[in-house]
């Protein structure tokens, strides 16, 4: 059973920085997709980055590319999300999502996931 823990959120004004983080376990090495999604209160949750675990290739949603930068440290089994330029329309629950098969086109596809973290809220101030 995978485990996925969410830190790093908080609140911070238009045009600065957080850095989210994923620590997972409970999974072995192998072609896996992790992704953070986001939603804000009204709306559909929404894909916002995913790292290809075994390849290392980056996906992104155009409204952040350019200013989100996802990453990981393999040795600590934990993916970051770096957001940089935070607008107030970044403002969300943040999700970390989780899943056996490799990042693909659809990495942004809500219900490709299996596992999901309690989600970290972050709230950009104008």
């Known amino acids: 059973q995978v485990q996925l823990v969410e830190s790093g959120g908080g609140s911070v004004q238009a045009g600065g920085s957080l850095r989210l983080s994923c620590a997972a376990s409970?999974?072995?090495?192998?072609?896996?997709?992790m992704a953070w999604f986001r939603q804000a209160p009204g709306k559909e949750r929404e894909g916002v980055a995913a790292f290809y675990i075994g390849e290392g290739s980056t996906y992104y949603a155009d409204s952040v590319k350019g200013r989100f930068t996802i990453s990981q440290d393999n040795a600590k089994n934990t993916v970051y999300l770096q957001m940089n330029s935070l607008k107030p329309e970044d403002t969300a629950m943040y999700f970390c999502?989780?899943?056996?098969?490799?990042?693909?086109?659809?990495?942004?596809?809500?219900?490709?996931?299996?596992?999901w973290g309690q989600g970290t809220q972050v709230a950009v101030s104008s």
């Open positions: 999502a989780f899943r056996h098969v490799a990042c693909t086109l659809v990495w942004s596809v809500r219900h490709e996931y299996n596992y």
């Open positions: 409970g999974y072995t090495y192998s072609s896996n997709c």
